[in-house]
């Protein structure tokens, strides 16, 4: 069994200090949640750009600037930034921080309902225009997956050569209007996957731990962090990213398995 790769979703587009106080902002809030989670046992950040005041932007100015500081602090861990953004974003706006060339980013591979009236729209052009500049430039993309229909959308595109190993999945359950995640769900996904595949799997809300003790005893990867829940149990708010990365690691004591440093998980995902 692979060593266990820890992702850690620091900030998100929508969950604000309000939530959570921790929820980092500015440069050099993120500089902090960032380093935290990586020495609590990430091996890999998931990014979303946000402004000193919350505000979401997929600016790509803004990114540079947030991940060169990152990387002066932790030059070894892997910035994984986000082509999601925020619901209501262009294509061209979502896709302008892969300019950067960045290491790794997500493909999200469907549209979903978000709540009331909003949508996260992904079409299947949206989808080959991300894979294609992704593919241009080299960058290794992990993609999203709400639901069954998803993957199977994967499934063409990799027909088609549009998509282009190593798959690498990350099952996003429990959000509003998209799978739930259960145990029936988690093993519906990881079975439907194309073969070779790694996956990781980011619970939403209360599923964040139920979900990450079922893939690390299956083999898979996980993805916790104040993006997805802001408590570390009911009631309780977790005070830092670091705080919810180090539970995962707890769990994965129970199963015997190691985690990955940032060079393993590279190895383990085909990047290097």
Do not use: W
């Not at 902002?25 to 950040?45: F, N």
Request: charge should be negative; aromatic fraction near 8%.
């Amino acid at each position: 069994m692979d060593k266990l790769i820890i992702t850690c979703a620091i900030s998100g587009a929508e969950v604000m200090k309000e939530h959570n106080p921790a929820v980092p902002y500015s440069v050099e809030e993120m500089v902090e949640q960032a380093r935290g989670a990586y020495e609590a046992g990430a091996s890999i950040i998931h990014l979303h750009a946000r402004y000193d005041d919350g505000r979401p932007t997929q600016d790509k100015d803004r990114y540079d600037e947030i991940i060169q500081a990152i990387k002066k602090a932790c030059p070894d861990l892997i910035i994984q930034v986000s082509t999601g953004g925020a619901v209501g974003m262009s294509r061209q706006e979502r896709s302008s921080v892969l300019d950067l060339k960045p290491e790794m980013a997500t493909l999200d591979c469907g549209t979903l309902n978000f709540g009331g009236d909003d949508i996260f729209v992904n079409t299947e052009n949206d989808i080959i225009y991300f894979a294609n500049k992704m593919n241009e430039y080299h960058v290794m993309y992990e993609m999203e997956c709400f639901e069954k229909g998803h993957i199977d959308m994967t499934k063409r595109l990799i027909k088609k050569d549009i998509i282009k190993a190593h798959y690498h999945y990350s099952f996003v359950l429990g959000v509003n209007g998209g799978m739930t995640g259960e145990e029936r769900d988690f093993h519906f996904l990881r079975e439907s996957l194309p073969e070779g595949a790694t996956y990781s799997v980011a619970g939403i809300g209360r599923y964040e731990f139920p979900l990450a003790d079922l893939s690390v005893k299956y083999g898979g990867h996980v993805r916790v962090g104040l993006e997805d829940n802001i408590y570390l149990e009911k009631g309780v708010l977790a005070k830092s990213n670091a705080d919810l990365v180090r539970k995962v690691v707890e769990i994965a004591k129970k199963y015997n398995r190691e985690i990955a440093s940032p060079s393993e998980a590279r190895q383990i995902l085909g990047m290097e």
